[in-house]
């Protein structure tokens, strides 16, 4: 046994506060987890579908906004095609409105098995991960697609009309928002990193020029192939890393403040 290990098995404040389980307790907990998750998809699910299907699309309204101010329709050539493009509709707004939910089933299954300090890393991530992501996805639907469908759909002209799937369109624009909230989950990734050791705010410093590059990287392969696009995705990420140096300053230990103080006192005095 490790050190560290004999340091946190002797400190009665870090140890789990729940009494271990036998692997079928824990196999049974699990799937008591994952069946409550389920139940509420199911349910969001069938209930979206229904709304849809019922109430004359009005989420895939939501989604097709950014055709309206040129009256794009949607169109399918197979016969299936609606019906499945609804049933995704369904399918994705229940994931995302339960979402919430699923996160709470995880830390109900996990909780028993993580130390004090631990917990208060998974808090931040409990409540702040999917207000983040919701912001991604509001940057992406009010501000990225109206610019970014704007731009491709300017191309028509008397000659070329669009003639847009609506499946491919869902897909594309569920695609683009999916990303988006990805993007914004970066601050509280570099909160729960640097709360535990692994980076801090001078290697975020250190590694500004290389976050240049895999920003722009990452908006080329998360958005579609134009510049417009990825432009758009990478000025989020690197106005979200200077964020995340920020919050890396704020939330580090404050044993390393201690260190990095007391070496910066020492090379002032030599």
Known sequence: MSTEDQNRSQDPEENPSDPAMPLHAHLTELRKRILISLAFIFVGFVTATSIELEFNQPILSIFRKPLDLRNIPLVFDELTEPFFTYLRIGLYTSLFLTFPITLSQIWAFVRPALYDNEKKLFWPFLFISYPLFCGGGLFGYFVVLPFGYDFFLGFQNAVTEPSLRMGAYLSLTVHILFAFGLVF??????????????????????????????????????????????????????????????????????????????????????
């Not at 410093?205 to 432009?231: E, G």
């Not at 920020?246 to 070496?263: L, N």
């Open 185 to 270: 989950e970066l601050p509280i990734i570099s909160l729960i990193l640097t709360r535990l050791g692994i980076i801090d705010a001078q290697w975020l410093r250190t590694n500004r020029k290389y976050a240049l590059i895999v920003a722009f990287v990452l908006a080329a392969v998360l958005t579609p192939p134009d510049v417009f696009t990825q432009v758009l995705m990478a000025g989020p990420l690197i106005v979200l890393y200077e964020i995340s140096v920020v919050v890396a300053m704020i939330t580090q230990p404050r044993e390393k403040k201690k260190k990095k103080k007391s070496k910066s006192e020492a090379k002032a005095a030599s």
